[in-house]
């Protein structure tokens, strides 16, 4: 039976990841995406039912339209393969829980943030306030409203302190380094973490980033890299792995 979960687990990953790419392109752009159809951006085709199929329908066509030939983002598939694992993990990591709710929501953030700011470097506010309302909600359920309040109180915390870093950062390099919705994510943070837990969050978004920056600035000789991704990536990391600030001291000592 935890097989068949599974594989649901992976099969609605890829399908909501696929409308959740939709969602990342027009979101921005302030296309609807709820009543408007799937469709080509390039030429405008009205996709059909097989041209849909998350991640099949990328590699039946050679990841290009089959109409106008042009190429389909590569972050297209990426992403639905990005969902079906991460929703798939999730239910192997945490079962049928609340736990499992707040790792589907922080997985389909990043779906959704990887796409905004990788394509067009923002983060949209109504995602960050949706997610917040959400997250709120299941935590109010899940650790009840003293230990909820605990968390808002993490989450305005840990938001000030990437406020700091972003002025600090601004100062030293004399330039914008990190956006507004990097700070936001922050508080969204802090309602599923512990306060360390946070910034070590902080630390390992960096440290993955680093490399990426790196190859970035080589290949294309731009400055510029959506730190948001990174930011998820890293509490996914965390809620997953389940490290506690205790294991970490434990491994230090």
């Known amino acids: 039976m935890e097989k068949l979960y599974l594989i649901c687990f992976f099969i609605f990953g890829a ?66 393969i990005l969902g ?10 945490f079962g049928f829980s609340y736990n499992l709710l707040i790792a589907l929501l922080i997985s389909t953030l990043f779906i959704v943030v990887l796409v905004t700011d990788v394509k067009y470097f923002i983060i949209p506010d109504s995602i960050l306030i949706i997610y917040g309302i959400l997250l709120i909600v299941v935590q109010y359920f899940n650790v009840g409203p003293k230990e909820l309040l605990y968390h808002i109180a993490t989450g305005i915390g840990l938001f000030i302190l990437m406020y700091l870093i972003m002025i600090l950062a601004e100062k030293a390099f004399k330039k914008e380094s990190l956006g507004g919705a990097d700070v936001k994510l922050l508080f969204l943070f802090g309602l599923v973490l512990d306060p360390m837990l946070g910034i070590i969050s902080i630390f390992i978004a960096s440290v ?30 965390i809620l997953y792995s389940g490290i506690t600030i205790d294991k970490i001291l434990n491994i230090l000592t």
């Open 208 to 237: 993955i980033a680093l490399p990426v920056s790196l190859l970035v600035l080589v290949k294309n000789k731009s400055h510029m890299i959506p730190f948001g991704p990174f930011l998820i990536l890293a509490v996914i990391i």
């Open 15 to 80: 399908v909501f990841s696929s409308f959740l790419c939709v969602v990342g392109f027009r979101l921005p752009q302030k296309i609807n995406f709820v009543k408007g159809t799937s469709r080509c951006d390039t030429c405008y085709h009205k996709l059909h039912f097989f041209e849909k199929i998350p991640i099949l329908s990328y590699i039946f066509q050679g990841g290009k339209c089959k109409w106008c030939k042009n190429q389909i983002p590569i972050i297209i598939p990426v992403c639905e």
């Open 84 to 93: 079906a694992t991460l929703f798939s993990l999730a239910f192997y990591r």
